[in-house]
């Protein structure tokens, strides 16, 4: 199987967004205050994320990874990516594909 880098948008909007998973590695910036990107490895969709942006000082859920930081450099605002795994038993119900992300955009290599 081949891997490629893929790029995803997360809104910064106090929810949750679905992201297939596993990957690799992820990088994360954000260019606008609104919005944080999202850089990783593709590995088989066998586990299932939601993500999260949290704001430096906020409360954090007891489940939960840390994913990276970013700093917005217009504003100084910086914000933290968190990643809780979907249970497998739950996947079909919230079953998403790369092309039919909820809220979370999947960015084809040619607008990398």
Not at 31 to 36: E, R, S
Not at 75 to 86: C, F, K, Q, S, Y
Request: glycine letters at 8%.
């Amino acid at each position: 199987m081949s891997r490629r880098i893929l790029k995803w948008q997360l809104p910064v909007d106090d929810e949750w967004h679905r992201l297939p998973g596993p990957f690799d590695h992820c990088e994360v910036d954000v260019y606008d205050p609104g919005i944080m990107w999202l850089w990783a490895v593709e590995m088989p969709h066998t586990v299932m994320w939601d993500m999260r942006a949290y704001g430096t000082g906020h409360d954090l859920p007891d489940v939960g990874n840390w994913v990276g930081t970013a700093r917005h450099d217009g504003t100084g605002l910086v914000w933290h990516v968190l990643a809780r795994p979907i249970p497998e038993e739950m996947h079909s119900e919230h079953e998403a594909t790369p092309d039919e992300l909820s809220f979370v955009e999947r960015i084809g290599p040619d607008e990398a």
